[in-house]
């Protein structure tokens, strides 16, 4: 597996929680996995344990060969990670961007770099892998290099390969000047491979050449193959016809389970929620917000992103608490614009809007577990994890019927007291200002049906094992279509 994020190592939102739980659960179905990651400079070897590993490796870039050294260390589940350490691209503070939200000139040079130092990687230690599994657009060159290079190779002649896509929003377009450089070959330089209106689509050739392509749920699968959702992207995705598959994550309760979970405050499970009573003061407390038991908390956490449609709801944030009984704990960052707005929303409605402009991790398990309700009004979500983690937390999402939430949460019942979250479907102020005025009254006016839900949330089982045995039958997918090529 090559990657540019993984917990616990460097992470910038879903994906490294995927590439850092996905290998272990692997693993113990019985599969031998490698992760390949870049050593970031925000990466502190002492804390992670690495160690030297070679001291140099040669990997081919356009005409010439780049150096780079190797380290590895053990995570989660004994499986071995391998960091390509080269100081030019990848000793800088950002994953992607720089202080000012730039992303980095030579995105495509560093990413390329890592994709084909993976490669190489396997070759000098010999690792022949069935199948080489890449996510996003940083890494999703691999299967046109296995297919433009190593067709023949002793070590990744075999390999079929898988490209996961967790977000086609992102997509990696630059101006073809690094097209040499990265090896890709002029006459691959067509509409239906690498050129997007003149420029390199990183992830548009992955989908091209890879034996087989997933995205993060089976409803973001279908909106990926419209126009509306996907990017461009349509075309090249239905033109796969069945290699191109939905796979819902699995999430890691051996991080997010409020009966186990060392950073809240108070532990609580399904059969006892006192805990959770102590988490939503220590919250309110922590945030600024009046203390008031009685008062639900909407949480949330989110990276401030266009997709996350938080724009929409600084539009109806106001009314909703002029006109509500609630408060918001607001855990995020991201866009500069709107990290000024909310920034100042606690000034405007002390002890009802409390917000938290930063990443933090413990900050993120606190507010899982002390809110009542955690929103996401997401434009879309190719899977979305914090609202499977508000299930396991009794906090009910309110979300948006796209995606992954779709996928996840399933939508109240009024009569029945069913259910396990509130679902809206238009991306609207108002729509907003329903879903949350639905969940604010059921509260108050139908507590048995929100105990109801909380016990059927607190139920939902979305581990790894399950969504590792789909990705075992994605493997043998790919590889059956590699065999018949
Ligand atoms: P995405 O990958 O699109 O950001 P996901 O819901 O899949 O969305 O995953 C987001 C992950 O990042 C979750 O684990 C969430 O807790 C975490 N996260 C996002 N923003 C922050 C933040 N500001 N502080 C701490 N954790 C955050
Ligand atoms: C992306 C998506 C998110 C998904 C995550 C992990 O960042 O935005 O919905 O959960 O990847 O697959």
Known sequence: MIASECVPFAKTGGLADVVGALPAALKALGHDVLVVLPKYGAIDPDQHGLRRFFRQMGVWMGDAEEWCAVDTARTKGDVPVYFIESDKYFARAGLYYDEDRNDYAD?????????????????????????????????????AYLKIWHWNDSVLGRAASLLTIHNIGYQGVYPPDDYDYLGLQWGNFTAEKFEDHGKLNFLKGGIVYADLVNTVSPTYA??????????????YLNNKGKDYIGILNGVDYSAWDPAADPLIPAQYSRHDLRGKAICKQALQERLGLDIRPETPIVGI???????????ILADCIADIVTDMKVQFAVLGSGDRCLERLFE???????????????YSNELAHWIEAGADFFLMPS????????????????TLPIVRNTGGLADTVVQYDE?????????????????????VGWAVSTWYDRPRHIAKMRQKAMAQNFSWEQSARAYVGAYEQAIENKQRL
């Not at 279908?222 to 075309?235: C, F, I, L, Q, S």
């Not at 007291?417 to 329903?434: H, M, N, Q, R, V």
């Open 301 to 311: 956490v989110s990276r401030f992103a266009e997709q996350k449609g938080l724009d």
């Open 222 to 235: 279908d909106e990926t193959r419209t126009p509306e959702y996907a990017h461009g992207m349509a075309p």
């Open 107 to 143: 995105n495509p040079r560093r990413f390329g770099f890592l994709t084909r130092a993976g490669l190489q990687l396997c070759r000098d230690i010999r690792f022949v892998p069935d199948v080489v599994h890449v996510h996003d657009w940083q890494t999703a060159l691999a299967p």
């Open 415 to 435: 009569r029945t007291g069913s259910g396990t979250g509130f679902k809206f479907e238009a991306l609207s102020p108002d729509a907003i200002y329903y879903a």
């Open 379 to 394: 434009r879309y979500e190719p899977c979305g994890l914090n609202q499977i983690y508000s299930l396991k937390y009794a």
């Open 344 to 358: 100042r929303l606690p000034a405007r409605y002390p002890g009802r809007i409390g917000c938290h402009i930063g």
